[in-house]
Structures are given as structure tokens and as C-alpha cells.
């Protein structure tokens, strides 16, 4: 079976939904298909081994050549070696790094642009992407990476004759925080794009349901195959660090709960009276994080803590299971709705005990693995409270440990990932795909 994977890159920082992508291609790979993964807008930044052959695919639907086309015609009818020049990889990471500059305004008319997908106004990147596709690929399958790009779906049937396999990943949270009135035309105009793809994916029950009920869809039109990981590499370390170490692994920003982990790491160490206990934070920087981030080193350094807390910026992946590896909790607490959360799989490969906030899809993989608690969103208090419990535990932490561990070997782990993508690709093609 060939399968290709539309997936938008994002040119500076690690994303869950390239991450998964390349993870399910790899097992899909693995196990005898023929997969193949097309970056759009931007080049996907990967931490562990790409699919073969994904580094001679070229980047489709630039984004510096798509939003010079919408603001100016001229550039509709550029020759092919400037388009190439403007999709090069090293311009296209440099134009992402400084994404921050552009407004929101302009981020909801590409949203709207993307989704609505005039066929006149882009004309010249569809032929670029749909012979591409028609030459060198040939799929049976396509599988669009977000529902943003739900706009391709009906002429990639279309021109191609192959279905449609659309993944749900945390749209909402774009789409919320573009202004009016792109944001409730996005939204209309997605729920009408949604009817050209033959199947719809989540990677959670919770976010199944939540995107159900946001744009008013059937009960059942949504099927669930939870996102999973690869689990070379990640192990439990020999033995516990020499300091209680409380970590966290994300972007750095303040959506993904990196203030509020702060303020709980302020509570611990002064209301609730650890003399011991280290924080460090580890993730994925961008230009418009820095702000942020130099604020929040200020106050820890007001509160006396800078000694105990260390940050590691842009971490490889031998980096990242180490700093895993190094850890003794681990807590993203992040303020949104997150439609899945992959650090928390790989905190709980390395047997690491996570305290998650109690609410989106982290009930769920707490619930199904065993590893780790949930705690009140957006409570700083609780979540302190959560980790001087745990800290003060060892053989509570060490029982969480292992069932995490175990946990997403049986529900998380790539294979079974590719499994559930097998039986659900299958049903649109009449038959269930292999996957020894």
C-alpha cells in the first residue's frame, strides 16, 4: 500500500504532530508499506530518525512563496527557479524563527486561505504538489497531518483517486486565538471542507469528542487512534538523581504551563518548606519566547532559587532522554485544551512519574497507563502540594514508574499506533491493511 502524509513542517521547533507522523510512518515502513512523508509550508524538524528518503522530498506550499502569492499576483507568476530559491530550506527556517512579526490578522487571512484554498490563486503550487504526487508517489492513501489542511482533501481525490485520511490535532487552540472574523469563518469553513475526507482521525477520545461537539458533527464520525511513540532509545536509569529533580519538557512558553510550573516551583521551595528539590526545564525556543522566558528567570532569581533550577534550550534527542533519565517528576501543566501531550509518553518510557493537570486528554493516558496523577488545572498550589506528596514517596513513585513504563509499551507505543491506523485506513479501502 502507498501511503503518503501531508505534514506542515514548523522551521524552528520540534511539533507533536510531525513527531507523530514520522513515528507512524517509520512502524508503517517497518512493516512493508510504502510511505512517504511531504513537508508543507516549512521543513519538519524531527529529534529522531526520519523516514528514509524524506530528506530529497522538497517542501511543497512554501510558506514565504504562498504568502507572497496572496498578498501580490506578480508572485503567481514567478519563474520556477526563484520559487525554488524562496522554498530553500535554510530561508523558509529563517522566515519561521521570525514568525512572531507577522500579525494576527495576517496569520487568520492564511488560515482562511489555506482552508477556503482558491484553486486560481494557487494554482501554480497545486501543479507543483499534484505532479509531484502524480510521478512520484501514486498513493492509495493521503493522509493530511491536521484539519487545517482540509482544504486539499476534494482535489487531491479528485486529481489523484486515492482517499482521504484527515488527523484532528489541536486545532482549536490556533483557530481560538486568531481575531474576528476569521476566527469564526475558519471555523465555518473547516466543519463544510471536513465532508471531502473519507475518514477522521483523533489522537484522544477526549479531543474525538471535543471537535465533535465544536463543529457539530455525528456521534460517531470520529474514530480514535491514540498517538504513540518510538521506544528506541528510552530506558529507566539505574538509579534515582542525587537531588529530587522535578522536570519539564516542552516549548517554553507560557500556553504550555511554564509560568505556572514556576510559581508551583516558588510554593514548593518556600510555602511548603523544600530545602532540596531541583526544577529543570528543557524544550523547544522560539524568538517570541524569549520575552517570556527572561521574565520568569527574573523572578526566580528574586526568590533566591536560581542555583536550583537549570534550562536547556533545543535539545537533540540523546539529550532529551538523558535529561528524562535524569529526572525523579515530571509536569507539563499546560492552560490549554492539549489534544494528546507526547512528552508525557516519553517521560513515562524512562519511568518517570508524571503529575498532569486533570483535565483534556491527560486524565486518559494517566488512566490507561497507570503512570502518574492528576492534580486541579491551572493551581499552583495543587501541583506543588502533587510533587511534595510524590517526593516524600519512594515507593509510590517507583510503582508509577514502572506501570508507566509498561503502560505505553501496551497502549502508546508506535506499533500499536500503527496497528489502529491499519484497521481504520483499511475500512475505506475495503480491507484491513497488513501489519505484521
Given at each position: 500500500m502507498?501511503?503518503?502524509?501531508?505534514?506542515?513542517?514548523?522551521?524552528?521547533?520540534?511539533?507533536?504532530?510531525c513527531?507523530?507522523?514520522?513515528?507512524?510512518?517509520m512502524?508503517?515502513?517497518?512493516?512493508?508499506?510504502?510511505?512517504t512523508?511531504v513537508p508543507?509550508?516549512?521543513?519538519?524538524i524531527l529529534d529522531?530518525?526520519?523516514?528514509?528518503?524524506?530528506?530529497?522530498?522538497?517542501?511543497?506550499?512554501g510558506?514565504?512563496?504562498?504568502?507572497l502569492?496572496?498578498?501580490?499576483g506578480?508572485?503567481?507568476?514567478t519563474?520556477?527557479?526563484?520559487?525554488r530559491l524562496?522554498n530553500s530550506?535554510?530561508?523558509l527556517?529563517?522566515?519561521a524563527?521570525?514568525?512572531?512579526?507577522?500579525?494576527?490578522?495576517?496569520h487568520g487571512?492564511?488560515?482562511l486561505?489555506?482552508?477556503q484554498?482558491d484553486l486560481?490563486?494557487?494554482q501554480k503550487?497545486?501543479?507543483?504538489?499534484?505532479g509531484?504526487?502524480?510521478?512520484?508517489?501514486?498513493p492509495?492513501v493521503?493522509?493530511?497531518s491536521?484539519?487545517?489542511l482540509?482544504?486539499f482533501?476534494?482535489?487531491?481525490?479528485?486529481?489523484?483517486?486515492?482517499?482521504?485520511?484527515?488527523?484532528f490535532q489541536?486545532?482549536d487552540?490556533?483557530?481560538?486565538h486568531?481575531?474576528?472574523p476569521?476566527r469564526?469563518r475558519c471555523?465555518?469553513?473547516?466543519?463544510?471542507?471536513?465532508?471531502?475526507?473519507?475518514?477522521?482521525?483523533?489522537?484522544?477520545?477526549?479531543?474525538a469528542e471535543?471537535m465533535?461537539?465544536?463543529?457539530g458533527?455525528?456521534?460517531?464520525?470520529?474514530?480514535?487512534v491514540?498517538?504513540g511513540?518510538?521506544?528506541?532509545?528510552?530506558?529507566?536509569?539505574?538509579?534515582?538523581?542525587?537531588?529530587?529533580?522535578?522536570?519539564?519538557?516542552?516549548?517554553?512558553?507560557?500556553?504550555?504551563g511554564l509560568?505556572?510550573?514556576?510559581?508551583?516551583?516558588i510554593?514548593?521551595?518556600?510555602?511548603l518548606?523544600?530545602?532540596?528539590?531541583?526544577?529543570?526545564?528543557?524544550?523547544a525556543v522560539?524568538a517570541?519566547?524569549q520575552?517570556?522566558i527572561?521574565?520568569?528567570?527574573?523572578?526566580?532569581?528574586?526568590?533566591?532559587?536560581?542555583?536550583?533550577?537549570?534550562?536547556?534550550?533545543?535539545?537533540?534527542?540523546?539529550?532529551k532522554?538523558?535529561?528524562?533519565?535524569?529526572l525523579t517528576?515530571f509536569?507539563?501543566?499546560?492552560?490549554?485544551?492539549?489534544?494528546f501531550?507526547?512528552?508525557?509518553?516519553?517521560?513515562?518510557?524512562c519511568?518517570?512519574?508524571?503529575?498532569q493537570?486533570?483535565?483534556?486528554?491527560?486524565?486518559?493516558?494517566?488512566?490507561a497507563t497507570g503512570?502518574?496523577?492528576c492534580?486541579?488545572p491551572?493551581?499552583?498550589?495543587?501541583?506543588?502540594r502533587?510533587w511534595?506528596?510524590?517526593?516524600?514517596n519512594?515507593?509510590q513513585?517507583?510503582?508509577?514508574?514502572?506501570?508507566?513504563?509498561?503502560?505505553?509499551e501496551?497502549?502508546?507505543?508506535a506499533?500499536?499506533?500503527?496497528?489502529?491506523?491499519c484497521?481504520?485506513?483499511?475500512?475505506?479501502r475495503g480491507?484491513?491493511?497488513?501489519?505484521?
Amino acid at each position: 500500500m502507498r501511503i503518503v502524509f501531508l505534514t506542515p513542517g514548523t522551521g524552528s521547533y520540534y511539533c507533536g504532530a510531525c513527531m507523530r507522523d514520522n513515528a507512524l510512518a517509520m512502524e508503517l515502513h517497518r512493516s512493508g508499506h510504502d510511505v512517504t512523508i511531504v513537508p508543507m509550508y516549512l521543513p519538519l524538524i524531527l529529534d529522531e530518525t526520519a523516514l528514509p528518503g524524506f530528506e530529497k522530498i522538497p517542501v511543497f506550499f512554501g510558506g514565504i512563496n504562498v504568502y507572497l502569492q496572496q498578498k501580490m499576483g506578480i508572485f503567481r507568476k514567478t519563474p520556477a527557479i526563484l520559487d525554488r530559491l524562496l522554498n530553500s530550506t535554510g530561508l523558509l527556517r529563517w522566515a519561521a524563527g521570525h514568525s512572531h512579526m507577522t500579525s494576527a490578522r495576517e496569520h487568520g487571512e492564511m488560515t482562511l486561505e489555506m482552508l477556503q484554498l482558491d484553486l486560481g490563486r494557487f494554482q501554480k503550487e497545486w501543479d507543483k504538489l499534484l505532479g509531484w504526487l502524480e510521478q512520484s508517489a501514486r498513493p492509495d492513501v493521503v493522509c493530511l497531518s491536521n484539519a487545517l489542511l482540509a482544504g486539499f482533501a476534494a482535489e487531491l481525490k479528485r486529481r489523484l483517486g486515492a482517499p482521504v485520511v484527515l488527523f484532528f490535532q489541536g486545532e482549536d487552540t490556533f483557530l481560538d486565538h486568531l481575531p474576528e472574523p476569521y476566527r469564526s469563518r475558519c471555523w465555518s469553513v473547516l466543519k463544510a471542507q471536513l465532508a471531502a475526507s473519507d475518514i477522521l482521525l483523533a489522537p484522544s477520545r477526549y479531543y474525538a469528542e471535543f471537535m465533535r461537539e465544536r463543529l457539530g458533527l455525528a456521534p460517531d464520525s470520529i474514530q480514535v487512534v491514540h498517538n504513540g511513540i518510538q521506544l528506541d532509545g528510552f530506558s529507566v536509569a539505574d538509579a534515582p538523581p542525587a537531588s529530587p529533580t522535578i522536570g519539564y519538557l516542552a516549548r517554553m512558553s507560557r500556553e504550555k504551563g511554564l509560568e505556572l510550573l514556576v510559581d508551583a516551583f516558588i510554593i514548593l521551595t518556600r510555602e511548603l518548606g523544600d530545602a532540596t528539590a531541583r526544577l529543570k526545564i528543557a524544550g523547544a525556543v522560539t524568538a517570541g519566547d524569549q520575552r517570556s522566558i527572561g521574565e520568569l528567570k527574573r523572578r526566580i532569581a528574586s526568590a533566591g532559587l536560581a542555583s536550583r533550577v537549570e534550562w536547556s534550550p533545543n535539545v537533540t534527542r540523546e539529550q532529551k532522554i538523558a535529561f528524562l533519565r535524569s529526572l525523579t517528576l515530571f509536569s507539563v501543566p499546560t492552560l490549554y485544551s492539549e489534544a494528546f501531550g507526547l512528552y508525557v509518553l516519553e517521560a513515562m518510557a524512562c519511568g518517570i512519574p508524571v503529575v498532569q493537570p486533570e483535565s483534556a486528554a491527560f486524565p486518559e493516558i494517566v488512566g490507561a497507563t497507570g503512570g502518574g496523577v492528576c492534580v486541579p488545572p491551572r493551581d499552583a498550589g495543587a501541583l506543588a502540594r502533587a510533587w511534595q506528596q510524590l517526593l516524600g514517596n519512594a515507593a509510590q513513585r517507583a510503582s508509577l514508574g514502572r506501570a508507566g513504563r509498561l503502560g505505553v509499551e501496551k497502549h502508546f507505543s508506535a506499533r500499536t499506533m500503527g496497528e489502529r491506523f491499519c484497521v481504520a485506513a483499511g475500512s475505506i479501502r475495503g480491507r484491513r491493511l497488513v501489519h505484521p
